[in-house]
């Protein structure tokens, strides 16, 4: 296999999330998948499929686990494909469901279009919520009530959880073994930590512990489930586009653009990304 290497929601390669990507996986079995994935080391690594005529299906391993969806690695796969074989559209066939992703190329930018599945939202018990927060170090009064806790779906899950200062936001420190275990309880792919700056502005950090990773830089996957929440609840005025600044603790900034429309359907997700080679 032909192992590619990308940061996503970046044109930079100093900021983003990179993610491993294999064009053409053909002929690999789930061993070896994982195998690359833990040599390549990110927190994900997409490997393609050829159905034909610009269908694929797609895996999403992190060097610990295959998940369903990854919107980091998306992003990053249709980048490196649009760079080998031209902008245009791609059907991926993902564990999740389909998922569309369009690239435009302009000089040496790449930008990539994600349109997710159907995103859903679901309580956030209490008694869950005290065990997230304890886990976390927070309580209750760092909460945002604006933005009420709920679990949100956009392929895979998501609690959202928002803070009422960016000073809590940007005060991360947890015990990752227990927050893993919390998460593999309710099959939690990362949490999603949000600080709303203005109306449209919001900042994000999501652990993924179930990846084995303390701070994810950029998280598509969430980005487009808080997406879902936000007209679900009726935290924007729907069709909307939000931002979303994430990894700006951590050193490898990233934005990610968000556009809801109105309706039921699928959540876009846009970013740019660079070669990391």
Same mark, same amino acid.
């Given at each position: 296999?032909?192992?590619?290497?990308?940061?996503?929601?970046?044109?930079?390669?100093?900021?983003?999330?990179?993610?491993?990507?294999?064009?053409?996986?053909?002929?690999?079995?789930?061993?070896?998948?994982? #195998?690359?994935?833990?040599?390549?080391?990110?927190?994900?690594?997409?490997?393609?499929?050829?159905?034909?005529?610009?269908?694929?299906?797609?895996?999403?391993?992190?060097?610990?686990?295959?998940?369903?969806?990854?919107?980091?690695?998306?992003?990053?796969?249709?980048?490196?494909?649009? #760079?080998?074989?031209?902008?245009?559209?791609?059907?991926?066939?993902?564990?999740?469901?389909?998922?569309?992703?369009?690239?435009?190329?302009?000089?040496?930018?790449?930008?990539?279009?994600?349109?997710?599945?159907?995103?859903?939202?679901?309580?956030?018990?209490?008694?869950?919520?005290?065990?997230?927060?304890?886990?976390?170090?927070?309580?209750?009064?760092?909460?945002?009530?604006?933005?009420?806790?709920?679990?949100?779906?956009?392929?895979?899950?998501?609690?959202?959880?928002?803070?009422?200062?960016?000073?809590? $936001?940007?005060?991360?420190?947890?015990?990752?073994?227990?927050?893993?275990? $919390?998460?593999?309880?309710?099959?939690?792919?990362?949490?999603?930590?949000?600080? #709303?700056?203005?109306?449209?502005?919001?900042?994000?950090?999501?652990?993924?512990?179930?990846?084995?990773?303390?701070?994810?830089?950029?998280?598509?996957?969430?980005?487009?489930?808080?997406?879902?929440? $936000?007209?679900?609840?009726?935290?924007?005025?729907?069709?909307?586009?939000?931002?979303?600044?994430?990894?700006?603790?951590?050193?490898?900034?990233?934005?990610?653009?968000?556009?809801?429309?109105?309706?039921?359907?699928?959540?876009?997700?846009?970013?740019?990304?660079?070669?990391?080679?």
């Amino acid at each position: 296999m032909e192992i590619l290497r990308y940061t996503a929601f970046s044109a930079d390669p100093s900021g983003g999330n990179p993610a491993g990507v294999v064009l053409d996986a053909t002929g690999a079995d789930d061993a070896s998948m994982q #195998r690359v994935a833990a040599e390549v080391g990110y927190s994900e690594t997409a490997f393609l499929l050829p159905r034909g005529g610009g269908d694929f299906d797609v895996r999403y391993f992190s060097p610990q686990a295959e998940v369903a969806f990854c919107g980091h690695a998306t992003i990053a796969t249709a980048v490196a494909y649009a #760079r080998r074989h031209g902008a245009g559209r791609l059907r991926l066939h993902t564990k999740a469901g389909l998922v569309e992703v369009g690239t435009a190329v302009d000089g040496d930018t790449v930008t990539a279009t994600l349109t997710s599945v159907a995103p859903r939202t679901a309580p956030l018990a209490d008694a869950d919520l005290a065990e997230l927060l304890a886990v976390l170090g927070w309580s209750a009064a760092d909460l945002d009530p604006a933005l009420p806790p709920r679990v949100a779906y956009a392929g895979v899950w998501h609690p959202v959880v928002a803070a009422a200062s960016r000073e809590r $936001l940007a005060d991360l420190s947890y015990d990752l073994d227990a927050l893993a275990a $919390l998460m593999a309880r309710h099959g939690w792919t990362t949490v999603d930590l949000v600080w #709303r700056e203005s109306a449209t502005v919001f900042h994000a950090r999501n652990p993924f512990p179930p990846g084995g990773v303390y701070d994810d830089p950029a998280t598509g996957a969430a980005a487009a489930a808080f997406g879902g929440y $936000l007209r679900e609840l009726g935290l924007v005025a729907a069709p909307a586009t939000v931002t979303v600044h994430q990894g700006h603790d951590m050193g490898r900034p990233s934005l990610l653009t968000v556009a809801i429309p109105a309706g039921t359907g699928g959540i876009d997700v846009t970013g740019t990304g660079v070669s990391l080679a």
